[in-house]
């Protein structure tokens, strides 16, 4: 289900495994969490950078994080309730109040600064879905102001 590399780091840093239904229980009890939604190892080259990143991520929070890996079959209720649209990503939350979503490959630096600014917000609704550039369905806002900017 995970990739080799993920299931030895899941095994050494004791990296908790949730799905769907657990997700919330376990955010609420946890104050900060940084949950990890893996995606398919094989069709996204970066998962296993990322899996390789959170521990450190983590480390680098001094406790404040607590890190979980979401289940693989229930990433696509994950990416509907919190509407991101890449795999790998870090959803972070606070007592299960949504704060922000990292859905990319980052250097360290920015990774910092990202996860610094985002653990400064207050919780909030995850932001509206936004489709793909060039994918938006006929008739959405974004293709009705494209056709306006012209």
Same mark, same amino acid.
Do not use: H, M
């Given at each position: 289900m995970y990739s080799p590399l %993920?299931?030895?780091? =899941?095994?050494?840093?004791? #990296?908790p495994v949730v799905d769907a239904e657990t997700l919330e229980a376990f955010a609420a009890e946890n104050g900060h969490v940084v949950l990890f939604v893996s995606g398919d190892w094989h069709r996204h080259v970066e998962v296993n950078d990322?899996?390789? %990143? =959170? *521990?450190? #991520? !983590?480390?680098?929070s001094n406790g404040l994080l607590t890190p979980a890996i979401l289940d693989r079959g229930s990433e696509r209720? #994950?990416?509907?309730r919190? @509407? /991101?649209? @890449? /795999? *790998?990503?870090?959803?972070? =939350? @606070?007592? $299960? $109040?949504? =704060?922000g979503v990292i859905q990319k490959v980052l250097d360290w630096t920015d990774? !910092?600064?990202? #996860?610094n600014e985002i653990l400064a917000r207050e919780p909030s609704p995850p932001p509206t879905f936004e489709f793909p550039e060039g994918c938006a369905p006929a008739g959405s806002a974004s293709t009705q102001n494209r056709a306006h900017s012209h």
């Open positions: %993920i299931d030895s780091i =899941l095994e050494r840093e004791s #990296i990322v899996a390789v %990143i =959170l *521990p450190e #991520i !983590v480390k680098a209720a #994950i990416q509907t919190y @509407r /991101f649209n @890449r /795999f *790998p990503c870090l959803i972070f =939350l @606070r007592d $299960g $109040g949504y =704060l990774y !910092v600064a990202e #996860i």
